[in-house]
Each structure stands twice: as structure tokens, then as C-alpha cells.
């Protein structure tokens, strides 16, 4: 028979099992960008707590840093965010355990500046919304950014690493 401290324990142990099981609660947070890492993440520290965070851009996938133009890619978001602060909307956590947001410095909207220079490919099973992908098509219409590389060395980065293990994150 169970006594009633036992039956605590485990209503208590239930509780904490729901609460790390629990989707991640979608925040906004201001952050000081510390590392650009590629063209789809960064390394954050937290403003006022400097907590530090990985992010990953909700959308967008960029090309490998061992592919081509994965360090143009990788340049191209360092001017638009190393050293700068941010608004940071995250919307889930990855595999990785990356946090999964949209990224803005002031009203810019970072993701689909990426996708607008033809800096990453627009992917709608990572959040692509209206205008990550209008930023990819019109990119890809006017040959910007990857899309001037020859079609052969246009590889979808979630391709390159299935047959290059080592690229992945």
C-alpha cells in the first residue's frame, strides 16, 4: 500500500515530466549578437541577463560552410548582425537544442534578408513564411547571391549533408 508521501512524490515527478515534455513558450528577447557560426545561426547573449543563447533562423537554411558559398553566406550575415543587438521572436527549439526564432535588427528582418540577397534558400518545413519566400523567389529570378553559382554547385544544404556527414551541424 502507498502512503500518501509516495503518492506526492509522484504527482510531483508527473508534473516536472509534463512541464520538460511542454512545447517551448514562444518569447521576445533583446540580444547582443556574440558569433555568427553560418549563414542560418548565432550565438546571442541575452540583454539584461546574459544568458547565452544559440539561435537558429526559423525559414531559412544556409548553405554549409564546406560548400559552395557557404562562407559568403556566413559573410553576409555577419554584416547584418555580428556585434549588433537584436530582437530575437523564437518560435521552437531544434534537435540541437537551438533555439528556433526570426531575427531582427531594428525593423529589418533578418531571415528574409538572407533569403532576399540569395544568402539561404527559403524552406517551409523550418517556418518560411510569406516573406522568406517571396525573398527566395525573387532571388533566384534576378541570379543573386547562390543563385549565380552554376546549377550543379546549387545544392540544398539538407542534400550536401546527407551525402557529407562531416558538414553537418
Same mark, same amino acid.
Given at each position: 500500500?502507498? %502512503? ?5 512524490? *509522484? ?17 521576445? @528577447? ?8 553560418? !549563414?542560418?545561426? *548565432? ?22 560552410? %564546406?560548400?559552395?558559398? !557557404? ?11 555580428? &556585434? ?12 540541437? &537544442? ?5 531575427? @531582427?535588427? &531594428?525593423?529589418?528582418?533578418v531571415n528574409a +534578408?538572407?533569403?532576399?540577397? &540569395? ?7 523550418? %517556418? +518560411? ?5 517571396? %525573398? ?7 541570379g543573386r547571391g *547562390?543563385?549565380? *553559382? #552554376?546549377?550543379?554547385? $546549387?545544392? #540544398? #544544404?539538407?542534400?550536401? $549533408?546527407?551525402?557529407?556527414?562531416r558538414g553537418a551541424?
Amino acid at each position: 500500500m502507498q %502512503g500518501p508521501q509516495t503518492v506526492s512524490r *509522484l504527482l510531483a515527478l508527473l508534473a516536472l515530466l509534463l512541464l520538460a515534455a511542454s512545447p517551448l513558450r514562444a518569447e521576445r @528577447f533583446e540580444a547582443r549578437v556574440l558569433r555568427v557560426k553560418d !549563414g542560418d545561426s *548565432l550565438v546571442v547573449e541575452r540583454i539584461p541577463t546574459k544568458r547565452i543563447h544559440e539561435i537558429r533562423l526559423a525559414g531559412i537554411d544556409a548553405p554549409e560552410l %564546406g560548400q559552395p558559398w !557557404g562562407p559568403a553566406s556566413r559573410a553576409a550575415l555577419r554584416r547584418l548582425v555580428d &556585434g549588433k543587438s537584436v530582437m530575437v521572436e523564437t518560435i521552437d527549439r531544434d534537435r540541437y &537544442g537551438r533555439l528556433v526564432g526570426k531575427v @531582427f535588427v &531594428g525593423r529589418a528582418y533578418v531571415n528574409a +534578408a538572407m533569403t532576399r540577397s &540569395g544568402n539561404a534558400w527559403a524552406v517551409t518545413r523550418y %517556418g +518560411a513564411d510569406a516573406e522568406i519566400r517571396a %525573398g527566395h523567389a525573387a532571388a533566384r529570378r534576378e541570379g543573386r547571391g *547562390l543563385w549565380s *553559382l #552554376p546549377p550543379e554547385q $546549387r545544392v #540544398p #544544404p539538407a542534400t550536401w $549533408r546527407a551525402t557529407n556527414p562531416r558538414g553537418a551541424p
